[in-house]
Antibody, heavy 123, light 108 residues
Framework: EVQMLESGGGLVQPGGSLRLSCEAS????????MSWVRQAPGKGLEGVSG????????YYTDSVKGRFTISRDNSKNILYLQMNSLRVEDTAVYYC????????????????WGEGTTVTVSS | EIVLTQSPGTLSLSPGERATLSCRAT???????LAWYQQKPGQSPKLLIY???SRATGIPDRFSGSGSGTDFTLTISRLEPEDFAVYYC?????????FGQGTKLEIK
């Protein structure tokens, strides 16, 4: 069964940093694009960042540009999200999601989601 | 950025009834790159529909999607108790992906 397990969440002060990890198993990780999606408490889903299968192309939502960096290690089957200069409004559950294809195209939907890791930014 | 607006915000229906959920985009989506997800409390989202009308693996045929351009619909033909949840549409035609604000389907 395809699985993703997120880790690295926690409580951090405004201006601090965290690195989230998403360990993937039971599929060929290097063949699929991956993404991070977040959900603030009681709110809807927000796409945060995405990366192609090889890691050569990335995108970010405007509110995290310059602060967050997505990366992947295909030798270890791990997706990362480095989050710097954290703000109170970054508080959310962060999900990693597997895409259905290597890059944007007809199968680029999010077909498998992890359980999420909680990030709380507060003083 | 493509904005998706879902309606209604909340839909109150009874088991056995038909549910119709709407998703409207601010720009025409090329090649119907639209998906629908279901999220139950305390759980991660689950893919229901992709390509506007294709059911994901294991999704019952009471769920169907339709639409093109800027207007899309998710229909649940006969509601089962386990279908009461929040539903989100998402466009993956252009970066950044965007989601609708969600429709909460609640038991009447």
């Amino acid at each position: 069964e395809v699985q993703m397990l997120e880790s690295g969440g926690g409580l951090v002060q405004p201006g601090g940093s965290l690195r989230l990890s998403c360990e993937a198993s039971e599929f060929t990780f290097s063949s699929y694009a991956m993404s991070w999606v977040r959900q603030a408490p009681g709110k809807g889903l927000e796409g945060v960042s995405g990366i192609t299968d090889s890691g050569d192309d990335t995108y970010y939502t405007d509110s995290v540009k310059g602060r967050f960096t997505i990366s992947r290690d295909n030798s270890k089957n791990i997706l990362y999200l480095q989050m710097n200069s954290l703000r109170v409004e970054d508080t959310a559950v962060y999900y990693c999601a597997k895409r259905g294809s290597r890059s944007r195209g007809s199968n680029y939907y999010m077909d498998v989601w992890g359980e999420g890791t909680t990030v709380t930014v507060s003083s | 950025e493509i904005v998706l607006t879902q309606s209604p915000g909340t839909l109150s229906l009874s088991p056995g009834e038909r549910a119709t959920l709407s998703c409207r985009a601010t720009q025409s989506l090329s090649s119907t790159y639209l998906a629908w997800y279901q999220q139950k409390p305390g759980q991660s989202p689950k893919l229901l529909i992709y390509g506007a009308s294709s059911r994901a693996t294991g999704i019952p045929d009471r769920f169907s999607g339709s639409g093109s351009g800027t207007d899309f619909t998710l229909t649940i033909s006969r509601l089962e108790p386990e279908d009461f949840a929040v539903y989100y549409c998402q466009q993956y035609a252009s970066a950044p992906d965007t989601f609708g604000q969600g429709t909460k389907l609640e038991i009447k």
